[in-house]
């Protein structure tokens, strides 16, 4: 073994102590840990001939890459819909990289870690208050969850023609129905060849709304003349965290022929909340959900999982299935992971997400899920208050999205987020809504309190001084 590789296993108590350490200063400290910074290194780094040893890494990591670190993780992160690590998901996190486990199956390698994974997805249904007449598995993020589930839909759209595109590739005009797609959707259309811009947008409902009119949807479904479909719905749109109509949907599935996919990375959540679920009712029709766990579940990004119903399993081998290693032996007599999603290495992702249901439960999240509810109203009072600030939208759930006043001043919106941004107390992302540029708060992580909107208020306050509006 290699001189310095046997030092660190002789010294790997000391090692991750320092790890240890150096993480909790840094979730003790966050909240004095700028949203954003301006750092930056020459990344033309030359590699050691001889290993500096784990210690010296770590001393070099905190002199030099350190500072380009922000506190996304921190109770004023708002930008994208980004949560915070729990301690439990914390633990389930670390606990995953120790074990190193190859999550694939319930049988290889001589482990059955994959039944963690079933156990934790058993979990989320119960959560969700969802039926078990859906499977699911651990992946990336919203963009792999929805890719891998429209992924299945593109193989279903091919069963109605008799063909296998999964095989054969696509020979088919693939119809694909949808109102206000997350760009992830978009993404993934891309990348599965239908094509990013090879879909029909339904209207949305008039009144400031993003979720479709279903008036206009039925037109267009019958505009197609009895051929199949496949209706891309939101359950949370990223902007306004504006819902469709599951239960008017699910009575179209009883008419026309067509795959149901609902993207609820984050919206899919308001299932635990009594004031909330009203929003997904009707949702258990759909054919697939993708749900992201690294916003709302508040787990280390890197976590999201799909949903398909059972009965699609066939379609879902047959989509992704190792069809090259026949020593796997049936896919379904012999559960693997390796055969129903795109990645064929995975992590044991589910343990964050295993820890922090059994730590935590269904109170615990309710409890995050209606804290972040009721701080995106407060925040959205105090942007009323202001007489600079107004609502672009309704605020429906937990976004708020709002620009400058007046017209005239819509040129300085991008202005003063970025000088909001640069102060490094808070971070939200820019937008544009209903023809106007506009600025978009999250509000997903489990650390945020009404003193932190006070701190940004106070801040937006003197941004608007500086701007001389």
């Given at each position: 073994?290699?001189?310095?590789l ?28 700028p ?11 030359s590699?050691?001939e ?10 070099e ?13 921190g ?19 670390w ?5 190193d486990?190859n999550?694939?199956?319930v ?7 994959a039944l963690?994974?079933?156990?934790t ?7 969700l ?18 890719f ?5 839909a593109?193989q ?27 760009s992830?959707?978009?993404?993934s ?9 090879n879909?029909?947008?339904v ?10 009119d279903?008036?206009?949807?039925e037109?267009?479904i019958k ?6 479909f496949?209706?891309?719905?939101s ?6 965290a504006d819902f469709?109509?599951f ?19 984050f919206?899919?959540?308001a299932?635990?909340?009594e ?25 280390p ?29 049936n896919p379904l ?9 795109p ?12 820890f922090?249901l ?17 701080l995106?109203?407060h ?25 400058l ?16 941004n ?6 939200m ?6 023809n106007?540029k506009g ?9 945020t ?11 937006m ?9």
């Amino acid at each position: 073994m290699n001189s310095i590789l046997q030092h660190d296993l002789n010294n790997f108590e000391n090692i991750l102590e320092k790890a240890k350490q150096q993480g909790i200063d840094f979730l003790k400290n966050l909240e004095n840990i700028p949203t954003s910074n301006k750092n930056t290194i020459d990344p033309k780094r030359s590699l050691n001939e001889l290993g500096l040893g784990s210690v010296q890494a770590l001393k070099e990591f905190n002199e030099r890459l350190s500072p380009l670190l922000v506190s996304s993780p921190g109770p004023r992160y708002w930008g994208f819909v980004t949560g915070g690590s729990t301690p439990a998901s914390i633990v389930g996190d670390w606990l995953a990289s120790v074990y190193d486990q190859n999550t694939q199956s319930v049988t290889s390698q001589g482990g059955n870690s994959a039944l963690i994974e079933f156990e934790t997805i058993n979990l989320l249904l119960q959560l969700l208050e969802l039926p078990d007449s859906f499977l699911g598995g651990f992946v990336t993020g919203a963009t792999m969850s929805n890719f891998t589930t429209l992924g299945v839909a593109r193989q279903w759209f091919g069963k109605q023609f008799g063909k296998d595109f999964a095989k054969n590739g696509i020979s088919e005009t693939i119809n694909v129905l949808t109102a206000t797609p997350h760009s992830s959707s978009v993404k993934s259309l891309s990348m599965l060849g239908i094509g990013s811009q090879n879909y029909t947008v339904v209207k949305t409902i008039e009144g400031n709304r993003e979720a479709l009119d279903l008036a206009d949807l039925e037109e267009k479904i019958k505009g197609l003349n009895g051929k199949p479909f496949i209706l891309i719905s939101s359950a949370g749109t990223v902007n306004t965290a504006d819902f469709d109509d599951f239960e008017a949907i699910l009575k179209l599935k009883e008419k026309y022929n067509f795959w149901w996919h609902i993207d609820g990375a984050f919206g899919g959540f308001a299932a635990v909340s009594e004031k909330y679920k009203h929003f997904v009712k009707g949702w258990e029709g759909a054919d697939s959900i993708t749900i992201d766990c690294h916003k709302w579940l508040n787990v280390p990004y890197e976590s999201a999982f799909y949903l398909i119903k059972k009965e699609h399993i066939n379609l879902q081998i047959e989509t992704f299935q190792n069809s090259n290693a026949p020593y796997l032996g049936n896919p379904l007599e012999n559960f693997n992971y390796l055969n129903v999603v795109p990645e064929n290495s995975r992590r044991l992702r589910a343990l964050p997400v295993w820890f922090s249901l059994v730590a935590y439960g269904k109170e615990g999240f309710c409890d995050i899920i209606e804290k972040s509810t009721s701080l995106a109203l407060h925040f959205g009072n105090k942007l009323i208050e202001n007489r600079y600030f107004e609502l672009l939208a309704p605020i429906r759930l937990n976004n708020v999205c709002f620009t400058l006043k007046g017209n005239e001043n819509q040129d300085k919106v991008n202005v003063f987020l970025t000088k909001l941004n640069d102060t490094g107390k808070v971070f939200m992302t820019p937008t544009f809504y209903e023809n106007k540029k506009g600025i978009r708060a999250s509000f997903v992580n489990w650390r945020t309190t009404e003193d932190d909107i006070s701190i940004v208020i106070e801040e937006m306050k003197t941004i608007l001084d500086d701007l001389d509006l």
